[in-house]
């Protein structure tokens, strides 16, 4: 794990050096965008830069594969609403922001308080550890109905907090979301699927699938 961990650092400060060498514009490069970034009138450290550069070749090697896993179990176990998307493609990018609110990849993040509040009745003084639980919160029955069931076209869906929400909103959203509508329609195009044995369920951080045994037929 420490020497797999370190090659990621290594591969993260490569991506460092790269955008270092020129030819990267801040406004179209997050990672040059964050070399370039002012904090009190001076850059970010070198050691957090280089954190967050790790973070997201992380989030973005683990939670796709997760979700589209996800995603396949849930449409293997629901054909109808699988041959439905095959026939209404204009219907993918719905079903996605749906499967964001049912199986956010990720359980949760930890946080901490800024100030004094109060949550729910709980108070929380500044400093304080908190565990902030997506998978929990887009299954609020406070906010939505039938919040274990898939709803297409769900009329509050932007409430969902898959990608968190404001400062800590996932600076990958966008492509994470073009990413899962491709997968869905090239698939939904070419095949129809079905599972051929139990999945496997990630243990921590990640919440869902870890493996999943599909057998596909080519339409």
Not at 1 to 18: P, T
Not at 76 to 103: G, K, M, T
Not at 121 to 150: C, H, M
Request: hydrophobic content about 40%; charged content about 25%.
């Amino acid at each position: 794990m420490k020497r797999l961990s370190g090659r990621l650092y290594e591969i993260a400060q490569d991506i460092i050096d790269e955008r270092l060498g020129g030819g990267y514009d801040p406004e179209d490069d997050l990672t040059m965008a964050l070399i370039e970034a002012r904090h009190d009138g001076g850059p970010l450290p070198a050691g957090m830069v280089l954190g967050c550069v790790r973070q997201l070749i992380v989030t973005g090697m683990v939670a796709p594969s997760v979700f589209i896993g996800n995603m396949f179990v849930h449409l293997s176990r629901d054909r109808a609403l699988q041959e439905h998307l095959r026939r209404r493609r204009e219907d993918v990018p719905a079903a996605v922001e749906e499967f964001l609110r049912l199986y956010n990849p990720y359980r949760g993040m930890a946080r901490t308080a800024r100030r004094d509040t109060v949550v729910g009745g709980q108070e929380i003084e500044a400093g304080d550890p908190i565990a902030l639980v997506y998978t929990a919160a887009n299954r609020d029955p406070r906010v939505f109905d039938d919040p274990d069931e898939f709803v297409l076209h769900r009329p509050n869906i932007t409430d969902h907090i898959g990608f968190g929400r404001g400062t800590h909103s996932c600076p990958g959203a966008p492509l994470a979301r073009m990413m899962f509508r491709i997968t869905l329609e090239e698939a939904l195009a070419r095949s129809e699927f079905d599972l051929t044995g139990d999945p496997g369920m990630a243990k921590w951080a990640e919440w869902g699938t870890n493996h999943v045994p599909l057998e596909f037929i080519t339409l």
